[in-house]
Nanobody, 127 residues
Framework: QVQLTESGGGLVQAGDSLRLSCGVS????????MGWFRQAPGKEREFVAA????????GYADSVKGRFTIHRDSGKLTLWLQMNRLTPEDTAVYFC????????????????????WGQGTQVTVSS
């Protein structure tokens, strides 16, 4: 059973940075496609960033491109999301997720494609 645990959220001011982490246990870490999503109150869960299985490409939502960076540390079994120049529009609960048995090199953008999810970590950005 794969378990994901996010941490690193908090309350920050606009323009600040945060780094979220997602620890993964169970399964084979290097065989997953992985991603970050977020959900603001009253809104649907939306794609933020993702990495494929076996490949160096990454995918980002237009709203975070150039500000957020996704990174997988296989040695620490951790997925990171570095978030810079945060704005109030980034306020949401952030979730990490994995795709089990993914296709090689494919970035998955839709939450329905993901098999396992963490419990989420709250990020609040004040203006």
């Amino acid at each position: 059973q794969v378990q994901l645990t996010e941490s690193g959220g908090g309350l920050v001011q606009a323009g600040d940075s945060l780094r979220l982490s997602c620890g993964v246990s169970g399964g084979i870490f290097t065989n997953y496609a992985m991603g970050w999503f977020r959900q603001a109150p009253g809104k649907e869960r939306e794609f933020v960033a993702a990495e494929p299985w076996f490949g160096s490409t990454t995918g980002y939502a237009d709203s975070v491109k150039g500000r957020f960076t996704i990174h997988r540390d296989s040695g620490k079994l951790t997925l990171w999301l570095q978030m810079n120049r945060l704005t109030p529009e980034d306020t949401a609960v952030y979730f990490c997720a994995v795709v089990d048995n993914p296709r090689k090199g494919i970035i998955y953008y839709h939450p329905d494609e993901y098999d396992y999810w963490g419990q989420g970590t709250q990020v609040t950005v004040s203006s």
